[in-house]
T-cell receptor, first 111, second 115 residues
Framework: GNSVTQMEGPVTLSEEAFLTINCTYTATGYPSLFWYVQYPGEGLQLLLKATKADDKGSNKGFEATYRKETTSFHLEKGSVQVSDSAVYFCAFDSGNTPLVFGKGTRLSVIA | AAGVIQSPRHLIKEKRETATLKCYPIPRHDTVYWYQQGPGQDPQFLISFYEKMQSDKGSIPDRFSAQQFSDYHSELNMSSLELGDSALYFC??????????????FGDGTRLSIL
């Protein structure tokens, strides 16, 4: 069935370190892929998206590339900040269907 | 820009009581989704509406019902509340009519606590 697998956390990094959060998906058809971020006590905010193979989504220094051949959508950032500490969710939909989420990865960035 | 508005932000109920959660989507968005997020969990889809008609149904208990009104706001009605219903309930909206790949925009959620 449809599912998202993302690396388990928590991930703890020092400020300015390089971040990668792996995400792979299992879906039928041609899903649209998303990364959402959830700060403590807040709702889910769309971070970036990609709607077709080889598309790169980017926002606030974060990037992810839609890799159909490996069914992956890994999140990267070259230099993390303390303010990036949050839970990151990888998700997809298949044509405006309800989102299927991964379990979330908690990121803690220390100064 | 206007966002998804949910009310109330916090709600405390006792077992077997009822609760109503409200959601006001982004203006002109035609689709509303409801999700439930337990502590430390990923959001789980409950139910959705497109143009005021039920669209998809997920893991929504029979004790819960929802509807979307003529002004596009939606309400999630929960009855015979159980301890396990304590969770964060999110509403999201999107503009499905614009085609595939439309992102869902989430509200800040309603935190429901059952005593």
């Amino acid at each position: 069935g449809n599912s998202v697998t993302q690396m388990e956390g928590p991930v703890t990094l020092s400020e300015e370190a390089f971040l990668t959060i792996n995400c792979t998906y299992t879906a039928t058809g041609y899903p649209s892929l998303f990364w959402y971020v959830q700060y403590p006590g807040e709702g889910l905010q769309l971070l970036l998206k990609a709607t077709k193979a080889d598309d790169k989504g980017s926002n606030k220094g974060f990037e992810a590339t839609y890799r159909k051949e490996t069914t992956s959508f890994h999140l990267e950032k070259g230099s993390v900040q303390v303010s990036d500490s949050a839970v990151y969710f990888c998700a997809f939909d298949s044509g405006n269907t309800p989102l299927v989420f991964g379990k979330g990865t908690r990121l803690s960035v220390i100064a | 820009a206007a966002g998804v508005i949910q009310s109330p932000r916090h709600l405390i109920k006792e077992k077997r009581e009822t609760a109503t959660l409200k959601c006001y989507p982004i203006p002109r968005h035609d689709t509303v989704y409801w999700y439930q997020q337990g502590p430390g969990q990923d959001p789980q889809f409950l139910i959705s509406f497109y143009e005021k008609m039920q669209s998809d149904k997920g893991s929504i208990p029979d004790r819960f019902s929802a509807q979307q009104f003529s002004d596009y706001h939606s309400e999630l009605n929960m009855s015979s509340l159980e301890l396990g219903d304590s969770a964060l309930y999110f509403c999201a909206s999107s503009l499905r009519g614009q085609g595939d790949g439309q992102p869902q925009h989430f509200g800040d959620g309603t935190r429901l606590s059952i005593l």
